[in-house]
């Protein structure tokens, strides 16, 4: 069976590698599933990378099971989008900005001493407007961020992308992004 991810992930490293980057290509385990390419600088760089700073990390595109890529890059000219878009693969391309000006999670969790389980609930408050609140799930600690994470992902509101990364990273979208959580002392509490 032919893996077209793996094939995608590869044409996109060959291009790089045509255009002077260094790239390396893995297996993404953490969703979204496909295959990550790393893109790095190398002596040969075209600007505005220089010899001295070869070697680094410059841009990561994965390409998701279903032949989507989503672009994280770290230069303002955002040179990887440009020359995706120049090859005709812009329609591929995810865009990973969030769709909203402000996330607020608020977790409630219980505690099952019969057992010793925790469960958690998630209020999801965008833009000031609660769009939706999680069943009762198990997990412990920040479980209700990442229950939250997971529903905002499966629902559109983020790209596939955000399913592996942290959203406190949302600030840097300019989202204001805060997380609550209160321990209730009874089940219907949640």
């Not at 409630?108 to 998630?122: E, L, S, V």
């Not at 509101?157 to 992004?177: C, K, N």
């Amino acid at each position: 069976m032919v893996d077209r991810s793996k094939n995608q992930a590869e044409v996109i490293s060959d291009l790089f590698q045509e255009l002077g980057y260094r790239t390396e290509i893995y297996k993404q385990s953490i969703p979204p599933h496909g295959w990550g390419v790393v893109i790095k600088t190398s002596n040969h760089s075209p600007p505005p990378h220089q010899a001295e700073h070869a070697g680094h990390n410059v841009a990561l595109v994965v390409v998701d099971d279903h032949g989507n890529m989503a672009v994280d890059w770290d230069n303002p000219e955002n040179f990887a989008k440009k020359i995706l878009n120049t090859r005709g693969l812009e329609k591929f391309v995810t865009d990973d900005r969030p769709k909203f000006k402000s996330l607020e999670i608020y977790g409630r969790r219980w505690f099952q001493r019969t057992y010793g389980n925790t469960y958690h609930t998630a209020e999801i408050i965008i833009d000031d407007k609660l769009v939706h609140k999680t069943p009762k799930q198990y997990g412990y600690g920040e479980g209700y961020v990442q229950s939250a994470r997971e529903w905002l992902v499966k629902n559109g509101y983020l790209s596939p992308i955000w399913a592996g990364r942290p959203l406190h990273y949302l600030r840097d979208y300019g989202v204001q992004y805060s997380v609550h959580a209160e321990d209730v002392p009874r089940q219907r509490d949640l």
